[in-house]
């Protein structure tokens, strides 16, 4: 049973910065890629960061220049270092896994940029 555990979550000023962890229950050496994904309310769920087994990343226009997704196999565990934080990037953000056909999800951390 393949467990991803996000942290890192929290309340945080426009402008400021938080870095998300996703510690996987097993090695992550496998999963190709991995990813972050969030969704506000009201609204549709999206893709946020990629990055695959060879450490390709790929961004979402809109956290372009702001987030970095990076990944440490030896620690089994992906990051997602955020910067320049706007009201608009509050949502709960899900790391994602994927191994072959199978796609993992974690349980979701809380993400509020608020003055």
């Known amino acids: 049973q393949v467990q991803l555990v996000e942290s890192g979550g929290g309340l945080v000023q426009p402008g400021g910065s938080l870095r998300l962890s996703c510690a996987a229950s097993?090695?992550?050496?496998?999963?190709?890629?991995m990813g972050w994904h969030r969704q506000a309310p009201g609204k549709q769920r999206e893709r946020v960061a990629t990055i695959t087994g060879k450490e390709t990343t790929n961004y979402a226009d809109s956290v372009k220049g702001r987030f970095t997704i990076s990944r440490d196999n030896a620690k089994n565990t992906m990051y997602l270092q955020m910067n320049s934080l706007k009201p608009e990037d509050t949502a709960v953000y899900y790391c994602t896994a994927n191994r072959g056909p199978l796609g993992y999800w974690g349980q979701g951390t809380q993400v509020t940029v608020s003055s």
């Open positions: 097993g090695s992550i050496f496998s999963y190709n890629p």
